[in-house]
């Protein structure tokens, strides 16, 4: 009886033992998940930090060819203004003198027109130049876009292993 007695407080303190050691573990496992999820938290935060940064500087980049473009523009509208007021300055010139320089003033229009058309043609292929690097520009926006994309889902999967992973820990 008293042998009994002994072997079921034996058992008493030996449970207690295992509870007392099996929620120390407990306590250290969810320590140690709640600081992989703190961790987790803080690369979601820099990553997401890192992703509105190089949006914002893209925008910029963005905002400066829209600015670039619109100078262009205006260079294109001032030098097509300039060339139609030479052009009338042309063609008063022509009437006045048309009696005395006939075929001069006809080589001079023949002159500016080519000019013209070369001056026309080369803004025509800046224009062209312009939007092909407009697209690429694009194209690149588009591939760094994808490109971060793909980091994120990387990250995410790696993150979901690490995950998958201390659950498995957790388990055993």
Known sequence: MVFERAKGLVRKVTLE?????????????????EELERKRE??????????????????GEIGQLRNEIKRLDEKIDNQTA?????????RQEV????????QEVKEEIAQLRQ???????????????LRQEIAQLRQE??????????????????IDTVIQMLSDLLRK
Do not use: A, C
């Open 17 to 33: 033992l295992v509870y007392e050691v099996v929620d120390e573990r407990t306590k250290e496992i969810i320590s140690k998940i």
């Open 42 to 59: 803080e690369d979601f935060k820099y990553l997401n930090q890192k992703i509105d940064n190089q949006t914002g500087q893209l925008r």
């Open 82 to 90: 300039q060339l139609r007021q030479e052009m009338g300055q042309l």
């Open 95 to 102: 009437k006045e003198e048309m009696t005395q320089l006939r």
């Open 115 to 129: 000019e013209v058309k070369e001056e026309t043609g080369q803004l025509r292929q800046e224009i062209n130049q």
């Open 141 to 158: 926006v588009k591939e760094e876009t994808n490109q971060l994309r793909q980091d994120m889902t990387q990250i995410n999967h790696r």
